[in-house]
Nanobody
Framework: QVELVESGGGLVQPGGSLKISCAASVRSFSMWTMGWFRQAPGKEREFVAA???????????DYGDAVKGRFTVPRDNANSTAYLQMNHLKPEDTADYYC??????????????????WGQGTQVTVSS
């Protein structure tokens, strides 16, 4: 049974930073593409970022336009954990954040329907 457990959300001031985690109970975590999406109240789910598997020890990072240059997606394969590091946060980053996982590489990381598993979500609020 695959499970993704998120943690690390909370309240942060504009301009601040926050790092959220997604711990995965999967075999061969290093071969999974990990994506991050968010959904604000009254809005559709939005692609945030992905750490895309290509081949052993080769990954690519993809970012949505709204977060490019501010967010990064490190991962710790030894501990089967993906992260979303958020810097220079803005009030418009306020949303519920979800991690998704799909096995192997993919040229399409933006379509949430292509992810097989999802975390429970964690709330991020950017406000003074």
């Amino acid at each position: 049974q695959v499970e993704l457990v998120e943690s690390g959300g909370g309240l942060v001031q504009p301009g601040g930073s926050l790092k959220i985690s997604c711990a995965a109970s999967v075999r061969s975590f290093s071969m999974w593409t990990m994506g991050w999406f968010r959904q604000a109240p009254g809005k559709e789910r939005e692609f945030v970022a992905a750490h895309r598997y290509s081949r052993p020890r080769l990954y690519y990072a993809d970012y949505g336009d709204a977060v490019k240059g501010r967010f990064t997606v490190p991962r710790d394969n030894a501990n089967s954990t993906a992260y979303l590091q958020m810097n220079h946060l803005k009030p418009e980053d306020t949303a519920d954040y979800y991690c998704g996982a799909k096995f192997g590489g993919s040229n399409d990381v933006v379509d949430g329907e292509l992810y097989a598993y999802w975390g429970q979500g964690t709330q991020v609020t950017v406000s003074s």
